[in-house]
C-alpha cells in the first residue's frame, strides 16, 4: 500500500516520496541507528519505514550502496547530511517529520553529478529536488535537536502523516507466490485466525465438524434414496437430488478441512528466516486448490440447481408442461448447472484468489479480500434468491389460482393443498438458511476494515510495525457470527431429506434392508409404458367420469385389449366396485376361453356346473349324431364368444382412445400430477 503523504508547501507536489497525505507519523519508539555511513552525525535515533519507505535500516543500507563512492570521496559536504536526511531521518520526540530543504539537495546534486556520471550512477526520481520544500535551515533544525517540545509554531519543511498497514517481517512472502494482505503485496494474514483465541478456534473447528457430519448424513441419504429407486424422482422433482449431491460434497469438504486441521490453510513458520505461519493463498499448494475447486464449484451448483427446481416447478405449475417435456430441456439444465460454477472457479484460479481457512480447515474465497467476496459470492448468490423467489412465487399463485377458480374433488382439493404447502415448506428451509449466510457476508463485508484496523493497532509493537495514526472505531468480530455462517452454509443442504421423506421411502429402505427387492424391471416398464392422469385433466374433468390413464410415449403396437382399457378405467374407481367388476369380467374371460391338450385357448360357450367335465376327464363320442352335435354347438359358440370379444375390444379401444384425444386436445399435459399424487399418498 502506498504511504501517504501531503507537504504544506503550496510549491511541492510529493509523489514517489509518498507525501500525500498528513498526519503525525507512527507512534512507534525511536531507535538507535545503525547504518555505518549515517553514524556521527548530530543526532543517532531514527524511525523506520524511513522517508522513502524502507522498512528497516537494513534495507536502507543496501539503498544507499550506490553512493558510498560519493560519500567516501567526499565529493559535496552536503552529500552525507541530505542522504541520511532521507535514509535515516532524524526521530524527533514529538512525533514531527523534518524534511530537508531543497537547497541542501542542489549543493549535494550539483558538486556530486560528474562523479555520479564516473560511477555510472543515476540520481533517483524520488530525490529530486523539486520535491522538497524551499528553506535556509540546516539538517537537522536545531528544534529538532531539543529533549522536549510543544511544536506549537510548524515549519513548513515539517510534515505530518500516516504510513497505514506496514507488513510485518515475520507475514513477508516470497514474491513470486502473489500473496496479499490489506492491499500490501508480498505480505500474508498470520494463521492461526488474526481475531479470536485458541480456544475459540478449537471449539469452532469441532462445531463445524460436528455438523458437516449431520449434514453430509442427511444429504448421502437423499442420494442413496434415489438410487434405490430412480425412475421415482422424475422432473420436475429431479433437481432436488442434484441439488443435494452439491451439498453432500460441500459436507465432504467441510469435513476433510476438520480432520486436515489448519496443515492445509496455513504454511508452516520457519524460525531461521524468521517467518510466522500465514494462511495459505494462491494455486502453489495443490491440496489447498483443490479443496477450494469442490467447495466453491459445488456450492455455486447448489444455488444453481434450486434455481433450476423452481424453473422446472414454474413450467410445470404455469404453462403445464409435462414430465417428458421438461426432461428434454435436461441437458441445457445441466450445461447451466455445471458450467456456471466451473467458469466461475477457473476465474478465480486465474485471479489466483484462494485463501485459506484456518477456522475450518478449507480454502475458500472472500475470506480476506473484499473485492472477491462481493462479486463471486455475494452478487451470484443474491441473483440466485432473487430469480428463484419470483419464479417459486409465479409458481404457487398459477396452482392457487387453480384451487380457487376450477371445482375440484375435495381429494384433489387436499393433495392440491398439502403440495402447496410441501412446496412452501421446503422453499422456507432452503431461503432462511441461504438469506441469513448473505446477511453474514454483507455484515463481514462492512466491518472487515474496523476489524483490521483494530487489530493492527493491538498488534503493531509486538510486529514493530506503525501504530495506526487515529482509529476513529475499534471493534473485533463476534465467533459466534462466524459459527452462524458455517452452520447456515451446511444445513441449507437438509431440507432435501424433507422432500424424500415418506412412508413409501421407510418402505423402500426396509425392503432393501430385508433383502426383498421388488420386481423393478417390471415395475419401471409399466411406468414407461402408463403414465398416471395429468393433474389438469384431474382439476377439468366431470367427477362422475373416470379418468383415462394416457401412454407416455411407449409403442404398444398400436392395439389396446379390452383387458387393459377395463383395468385403466377400473384404477379410479373404488376398490369394493373395482374389485368386483375385475371379478366378474375376469371369471367371463376366462370362462370363455378353454385350454386344449396342445396349451393353446380356444372360445368355448358357457356352461352350467352340471355340464362341465371333471379335470383331466374326456368326452366319449358314442354315435356320429352325438359327435357331430357337439362338433356344430362347438363351432356356433367359439364363433360367438370370438365375435363378442372382438367387438368388445374393438369398443373399448375406440373408446379410449377418444376420450385420450378429447383430454389431450382440451388440456396439455402437466409434470407436476405425479408429484401431488405422490404427495396424496404419503397423507
Not at 498497514?165 to 505480505?187: A, N, Q
Amino acid at each position: 500500500m502506498a504511504v501517504i503523504w501531503v507537504l504544506f508547501s503550496m510549491l511541492t507536489v510529493c509523489m514517489a516520496i509518498n507525501m500525500e497525505a498528513t498526519g503525525s507519523h507512527s507512534m512507534f519508539t525511536c531507535e538507535p541507528i545503525t547504518l555505518r555511513m549515517c553514524q556521527g552525525l548530530t543526532y543517532n535515533t531514527t524511525f523506520m519505514p524511513n522517508l522513502l519507505n524502507h522498512y528497516d535500516q537494513q534495507t536502507a543500507a543496501l539503498a544507499m550502496e550506490p553512493f558510498h563512492p560519493m560519500v567516501n570521496l567526499e565529493c559535496s559536504t552536503e552529500i552525507r547530511p541530505f542522504l541520511c536526511a532521507l535514509y535515516a531521518p532524524v526521530c524527533t520526540e514529538y512525533g514531527r517529520v523534518t524534511l530537508p530543504c531543497r537547497r541542501l539537495c542542489q549543493l549535494a546534486k550539483s558538486d556530486c553529478y560528474k562523479l555520479m556520471d564516473m560511477f555510472g550512477v543515476t540520481w533517483p526520481d524520488e530525490m529530486e529536488c523539486s520535491r522538497f520544500p524551499e528553506c535556509d535551515d540546516s539538517y537537522p533544525r536545531a528544534i529538532d535537536l531539543l529533549p522536549s517540545s510543544d511544536g506549537t509554531e510548524e515549519s513548513p519543511s515539517s510534515v505530518q502523516r500516516d504510513y497505514g498497514f506496514w507488513c510485518p517481517r515475520e507475514l513477508k512472502i516470497d514474491p513470486e507466490l502473489g500473496y496479499s494482505f490489506m492491499g500490501v503485496r508480498d505480505c500474508s494474514p498470520p494463521c492461526p485466525n488474526m481475531y479470536f483465541r485458541k480456544d475459540e478456534l478449537i471449539f469452532a473447528r469441532y462445531f463445524i465438524g460436528v455438523v458437516s457430519i449431520v449434514c453430509l448424513s442427511a444429504t448421502l441419504f437423499t442420494f442413496l434414496t434415489f438410487l434405490i429407486d430412480v425412475g421415482r424422482f422424475r422432473y420436475p422433482e429431479r433437481p432436488i437430488i442434484f441439488y443435494a449431491v452439491c451439498y453432500m460434497m460441500v459436507s465432504l469438504v467441510f469435513f476433510l478441512g476438520f480432520l486436515l486441521e489448519d496443515r492445509v490453510s496455513c504454511n508452516a513458520s520457519s524460525t531461521g528466516r524468521f517467518r510466522a505461519s500465514t494462511i495459505t493463498q494462491g494455486s502453489h499448494n495443490k491440496a489447498c486448490t483443490l479443496l477450494f475447486m469442490t467447495l466453491y464449484f459445488f456450492t455455486m451448483a447448489g444455488s444453481v440447481w434450486w434455481v433450476i427446481l423452481t424453473i422446472t416447478w414454474f413450467l410445470a405449475a404455469v404453462p403445464k408442461w409435462g414430465s417428458e417435456a421438461i426432461e428434454k430441456k435436461a441437458l441445457l439444465f445441466h450445461a447451466v448447472a455445471w458450467g456456471v460454477p466451473g467458469a466461475l472457479t477457473i476465474t478465480l484460479m486465474a485471479m489466483n484468489k484462494i485463501e485459506g481457512d484456518s477456522m475450518s480447515g478449507v480454502c475458500f474465497v472472500g475470506l480476506y479480500d473484499l473485492m472477491a467476496l462481493r462479486w463471486f459470492l455475494l452478487v451470484p448468490l443474491a441473483l440466485d434468491v432473487v430469480v428463484g423467489v419470483v419464479l417459486l412465487l409465479a409458481g404457487i399463485a398459477a396452482l392457487n389460482r387453480v384451487r380457487m377458480e376450477i371445482p375440484l374433488e375435495k381429494e384433489n382439493q387436499d393433495k392440491l393443498v398439502k403440495f402447496m404447502i410441501r412446496i412452501g415448506v421446503f422453499s422456507v428451509l432452503y431461503l432462511v438458511p441461504l438469506l441469513t449466510v448473505i446477511g453474514c457476508y454483507l455484515y463481514e463485508q462492512s466491518y472487515r476494515s474496523v476489524w483490521e484496523s483494530t487489530w493492527v493497532q493491538e498488534r503493531c509493537r509486538e510486529y514493530h510495525i506503525p501504530c495506526p495514526m487515529k482509529v476513529e472505531q475499534t471493534s473485533r468480530p463476534d465467533i459466534a457470527l462466524f459459527l452462524i455462517k458455517y452452520l447456515m452454509m451446511l444445513v441449507v443442504g437438509i431440507p432435501s431429506v424433507f422432500w424424500v421423506g415418506s412412508k413409501k421411502t421407510c418402505f423402500e429402505w426396509a425392503g432393501f434392508f430385508n433383502g426383498q427387492r421388488r420386481k423393478d424391471s417390471a415395475v419401471h416398464e409399466s411406468r414407461q409404458v402408463l403414465q398416471e392422469p395429468d393433474f389438469t385433466q384431474l382439476l377439468l374433468r366431470d367427477p362422475n367420469i373416470p379418468v383415462v390413464r394416457k401412454s407416455r410415449g411407449t409403442s404398444t403396437q398400436g392395439t389396446s385389449t379390452h383387458a387393459s382399457s377395463t383395468h385403466l378405467a377400473m384404477l379410479d374407481e373404488p376398490p369394493s366396485a373395482s374389485t368386483s367388476r375385475a371379478s366378474s369380467k375376469a371369471s367371463s374371460f376366462h370362462g370363455s376361453l378353454h385350454r386344449s391338450r396342445d396349451g393353446r385357448y380356444t372360445a368355448s360357450s358357457f356352461r352350467g356346473a352340471e355340464d362341465r367335465l371333471p379335470h383331466g376327464s374326456t368326452l366319449r363320442l358314442n354315435d356320429p349324431l352325438q359327435h357331430c352335435s357337439v362338433n356344430r354347438l362347438d363351432n356356433h359358440s367359439r364363433h360367438g364368444s370370438l365375435q363378442r370379444l372382438e367387438s368388445q375390444s374393438r369398443h373399448s379401444s375406440v373408446r379410449d382412445l377418444s376420450n385420450t384425444a378429447q383430454t389431450i386436445q382440451s388440456v396439455p399435459g402437466n409434470g407436476i400430477h405425479r408429484v401431488i399424487e405422490e404427495d396424496g399418498t404419503k397423507a
